[in-house]
């Protein structure tokens, strides 16, 4: 087997920090912690050099951004300490309920390349009897790949997915590789990019490694450290049942384990059936606009889902919420579907650009119930209906989006001899299989042949010397074709048709009215021009 391990050091900071993007205005909160009353900030307002953000837990500083580090705060700082360095620093308690929604975000996000996903939940609090400067708790997932490799093109390349996708989630991470779970664990706390492909490969990366990585060793790192076991090396040189007596059976089981002499069970991450996923904003956001740095990161956790189910998307509704106003539903409905990332926020950026808050928004809240089943797509050299199919459906997508779903119809033909009738407008909800698919068929016309542009109403023709007049006189070149159709509907018509032809030679479509009510318009009409 083949571990991955996926670290998230910085996850306490990150779970606040991936919504301050570019487009979100903070407000300086030097008094405020994250459950206090969400203010709502200055218009026109941006801090200068970017957001300071900074992470407590209890009175001290657990961890700080790059802007916040670059004016000095620091783990391990008191709070006040910080706020007299950096006036204009954001406080948030650490949050350890938003801390695990997202590692379940990332681990379903993650399901798209292997199906073998576990959480790694944080290390315990080090005890009383513990060393100062060990290591912090961490959280991240371990992802079995081995069957997985050849599919994505091998380790390094899988890597390289790996993380693409965790920075566009907003979250930076330490990826170790191993034989067993506990060792790509080990390796990924310690450092990014430790790898061991084999059992010796593993011996030698993990020997340097502090004591202090071990969850187990937490509670006896004084006494370890007193003794010289400084590192795994050391703590595998002391006696077996000497080790076992003086720190407990547990240490010695993670350290077999880490080094693949002990088997680990590990329970497997499911994905939900429905997809639903919320991101509280830093602070609120007044522009509609402005919520697409957010909105894009659960449209990755989204496309990811659905790659681990082999789905696809036709429908999703992003909401924000207000909190004295009911939430702003944004609805995002495709001609097909589709698990592109770009496509679904090229889709949102159309409709939050054609929309207004009613209110601040503090939160997205990104829901999906219209999934399909999606094969892999065929690659193809050269270009197939369906690409030119695949072309005409963004276009709608992005015209419905920014104009509204109920603005952009088609014709379809409808099986009516009226011409009137003959066709409907209905709103473009999906696109045919092939060009004839979905279409009604031709009905039958008789002997004459129709012209393509119908005048919105017939106009009525004078009638001169017992012929019809249209800036001239009309000769008939072709005709009676007879129409007696509609008295199922109340719209009873009885015309004869005729192509006619003005002085100029152009082809006009006419008719003569033949019904025999006194009340009914009588004469000739014109009723379409061909081309």
Sequence with gaps: MLWLGLCLPRLPLEVFARTAGPPLRAEPAAERIARAPRPRPPSGHRLPGGLQLAVCERLAVLQANDAAQALGVHASMKRATALALAPDLYLVDRDPVRELEALRQVACWSLQFTPAV???????????????????????????????????????????????????????????????????????????????????????????????????????????????ARTLRDLAQLPRAGLARRFGKALLAELDRAFGRQAEPRLWFEAPLRFEARLELLAQVESAEALLFGARRLIVQLCGWLAARHAAVRCFELDAEHDDAPATVLVVRLTDTTRDTERLTALLREKLAATRLVAPAHTLHLRCDDVAALAAPNRTLFPVPESARESMGRLIERLQARLGREQVQRLLLAADHRPEAAYRLEVVDDLPASSGAGLAPLPSTGTLPRPLWLLSRPVALTERNNRPYWHGPLALL???????????????????????ADESDALLWIYRERLPDAGSRQGWFIQGRFG
């Design 118 to 228: 576990s959480l790694q939940a944080p290390a315990p609090p080090t005890a009383p009897g513990g060393r100062a400067g060990a290591a912090p708790a961490a959280s991240g997932l371990l992802l079995e790949v081995e069957p997985s490799l050849k599919l994505f093109g091998g380790r390094d390349a899988l890597l390289t997915r790996l993380k693409t996708g965790l920075a566009e989630l907003g979250f930076s991470a330490q990826i170790g590789c191993a034989p067993t779970a506990t060792g790509a664990w080990l390796l990924a706390r310690h450092r990014d990019g430790a790898l061991a492909d084999n059992d010796a490969q593993l011996n030698a990366r993990l020997a340097p490694l502090p004591v202090a990585l071990l969850d187990e060793a937490q509670a006896h790192l004084a006494t370890l450290e007193s003794v010289g």
């Design 478 to 500: 072709a005709g009676p074709e007879r129409i007696e159709s509609g008295w199922w509907d109340g719209g009873l018509v009885q015309r004869d048709y005729f192509i006619a």
